[in-house]
């Protein structure tokens, strides 16, 4: 428990809140951001002004926090480039299947009361607990 | 215009949010995921307060008629809990746990240009492009079996 940080995630999320509030109080959209980069790629193109523009933000917040001096991030991905290539497979095949991850199912399908975001978001957080659980507890145990 | 700069406004902050709570860490999801080791509950409080502010902005857009730099809203029509819907926040949540990103986060992170990184992003373009395409031929092979059926009963 000693990386619990409730302060910080509370802020964050609240920031993550405002954020999918303003997309939707501004421009009528759902902030799911596998929905907004999807959109962006073949065979299913459609609105890139926006959708760009969206990822420009997302990309652009690290680099802007280098001029205050922050580090960029640097996220501990496995050394096992396959197992990398094979989870980045199932988040785009997953997202697309079930239209949304854990911003448009998680956070603004919630938000909504969406009998199927919350479906969706049980299913995730079940088969993600239990991935972590066998990685780490019965292969790695 | 004030749309696009409000949509880079909206991704500037969303990846803020992210950065401050600790969620572009891989190490920080798979904390929060892993119920039966050292459990890190911080997700729990992340989207709590995500959840809550995007209720409220919710609720104040519906009493709007119509946003305010477009002429309409774009939410989601379907409905029904289908197999679909499930296999597929199901296999997203198996990708999610063998390494900790989910595709905001992978986004954000694009921006140290890490090669892991970017093979993450990638690939799961190619899972969506690839569903998607196949999706579409599905669609096309069934129209075309249903044109001809039309034309075989006619």
């Not at chain 1, 988040?91 to 969706?120: D, E, I, K, N, Y």
Request: hydrophobic share 55%.
């Amino acid at each position: 428990m000693q990386d619990f940080t409730p302060i910080s995630g509370l802020v964050g999320g609240v920031l993550i809140g405002f954020a999918c509030a303003l997309l939707m109080l501004l421009n009528g959209r759902i902030a799911g951001v596998s929905g907004v980069f999807a959109g962006l790629l073949p065979p299913n193109r459609s609105d890139r002004d926006w959708r760009l523009s969206f990822l420009c933000g997302l990309i652009a917040a690290p680099l802007l926090g280098t001029i205050a001096r922050f580090s960029l991030p640097r996220p501990t991905l496995p050394a096992d480039l396959w197992l990398v290539l094979v989870s980045g497979l199932l988040v785009g095949l997953g997202t697309r299947m079930s239209g949304g991850c854990t911003s448009g199912h998680g956070v603004c399908g919630t938000a909504r009361l969406s009998t199927r975001s919350l479906a969706a978001t049980a299913a995730f957080m079940v088969t993600a607990i239990a991935t972590v659980a066998i990685v780490r507890h019965v292969i790695g145990g | 215009m004030l749309r696009v700069i409000a949509s880079f406004g909206c991704g500037l902050l969303f990846a803020i949010g992210l950065l401050i709570s600790g969620m572009t860490d891989p190490r920080k999801i798979l904390g929060f995921l892993d119920l039966f080791g050292a459990w890190d509950p911080t997700l729990a409080f992340v989207m709590a307060g995500a959840v809550a502010v995007t209720g409220l902005g919710f609720a104040l857009a519906r009493r709007r008629s119509t946003p305010i730099l477009a002429e309409r809203s774009v939410l989601p029509t379907q409905a029904g809990i289908t197999a679909r819907l499930l296999i597929g926040s199901g296999l997203f949540g198996i990708g999610w746990g063998l390494v900790g990103l989910c595709p905001g986060p992978a986004l954000v992170n694009l921006a140290g240009l890490n090669v892991p990184v970017i093979l993450f992003v990638a690939a799961m373009a190619a899972g969506m492009s690839g569903y998607n395409l196949w999706q579409s031929g599905f669609a096309k092979a069934k129209r075309q079996a249903d044109a001809s059926a039309a034309l075989s009963e006619g």
